[in-house]
């Protein structure tokens, strides 16, 4: 299996794009956040960090053919992951096909939404910084649906799946990114 050490190692070999590495690195951090809450083992809770740091480790390569997206990712971790990852990794993207049906897969889709969410909303704070975001604010800028129009409200609404609340989810993805508020620049 991948060390994390290794897994960043290719991030930054395989990423040229700053703001997709502080993606990744924000959805790796909600990720293991999501795995703490839910009480998945030690072991288990590496593996969930590692699917959400490496999950986007093919965009710039796929952006052009988005239905590939995940799927290369998958096939360049092959050896390196469980199956388990994989199959997360390949369903975060619909249009892959697959569908996410592991509680693993499920916080994968979640944590790559609502990072999407909570970002712009901390840069659109007086201050630009994390620290001011609050989940109240994160439930403003969910409602406006002209904010951050890429971003899957229904994606976010995958954490009931999960057995969270959206207002605890947003509290639980915003304590998982605050320590990381100054790599992350925000």
């Known amino acids: ?107 994968l889709v979640a944590a790559d939404a609502v990072s999407g969410l909570i970002v712009p909303t901390a840069l659109m704070m007086p201050s630009r910084k994390l620290a001011d975001v609050r989940p109240k604010s994160l439930t403003k800028k969910f409602k406006d649906n002209s904010f951050a129009r890429t971003v899957s409200r229904e994606h976010i609404m995958i954490c009931q799946e999960l057995g969270l609340e959206r207002n605890d989810f947003f509290t639980l993805a915003l304590e998982a990114l605050l320590p990381l508020s100054d790599e992350l620049g925000v």
């Not at 988005?66 to 369903?91: N, Y």
């Open 1 to 107: 299996m991948i060390s994390f050490k290794e897994a960043r190692e290719l991030l930054e070999q395989e990423v040229a794009t700053d703001a997709l590495r502080k993606h990744m690195l924000a959805v790796a951090a909600i990720m293991s956040a999501l795995a703490a809450k839910l009480g998945v083992s030690e072991a288990e809770k590496e593996l969930w960090t590692l699917v959400g740091l490496l999950h986007d480790l093919d965009y710039e390569r796929t952006k052009d053919n988005f239905e590939q997206h995940g799927l290369v990712t998958a096939e360049m971790l092959t050896g390196k992951l469980p199956e388990q990852c994989l199959d997360a990794i390949k369903a975060h993207n619909k249009m892959t096909g697959y569908e996410p049906e592991s509680e693993m897969a499920k916080a």
